[in-house]
Nanobody, 125 residues
Framework: VQLQASGGGLVQAGGSLRLSCVVS????????IGWFRQAPGKEREGVSC????????WYADSVKGRFKISRDYGNNIVYLQMMNLTQEDTAVYYC???????????????????WGQGTQVTVSS
C-alpha cells in the first residue's frame, strides 16, 4: 500500500487549500483514511478521518466546520478541503491508513500502518 499526499502550499489567513491523498494498493471501498498534521515543536495530531462508508467521519474540534473530508472512488483519492485557514493550521499534513479503520471517533496514530510522505501547509497573516 502506498499513499501520496499533495496540495499543500502557502496561503493567506482566511484562504483555502485542498489536499489530496492518492492511494495505491488498496481500494477505498474497503479502507479508512486519516489525516494528521504536525507543526514545528508540536506532537502529531489527528485532523480528520473517513471510514469505509461516507457517513463515518470524524473531525478534530479545531477544524470542525472548516475542513471537509471526501473521497473519489474512481481515482482512489481522498481529499481534505480546508477553508478559512488560520496560522494555527500551519503544519505538515499526512494521510494514513490502517486498513478497515473505523472513524466514528478519533483514531490514534498508532492504529495506522501506512503513511504518506506529508505535504507542507503554511498560512501567513
Amino acid at each position: 500500500v502506498q499513499l501520496q499526499a499533495s496540495g499543500g502550499g502557502l496561503v493567506q489567513a482566511g484562504g483555502s487549500l485542498r489536499l489530496s491523498c492518492v492511494v495505491s494498493g488498496w481500494y477505498l471501498e474497503i479502507i479508512g483514511i486519516g489525516w494528521f498534521r504536525q507543526a514545528p515543536g508540536k506532537e502529531r495530531e489527528g485532523v480528520s478521518c473517513i471510514g469505509r462508508s461516507d457517513d463515518q467521519t470524524w473531525y478534530a474540534d479545531s477544524v470542525k466546520g472548516r475542513f471537509k473530508i471526501s473521497r473519489d472512488y474512481g481515482n482512489n483519492i481522498v481529499y481534505l478541503q480546508m477553508m478559512n485557514l488560520t496560522q494555527e493550521d500551519t503544519a505538515v499534513y499526512y494521510c494514513a491508513t490502517g486498513g478497515d479503520v473505523y472513524c466514528s471517533d478519533y483514531v490514534p496514530d498508532y492504529e495506522y500502518d501506512y503513511w504518506g510522505q506529508g505535504t507542507q501547509v503554511t498560512v501567513s497573516s
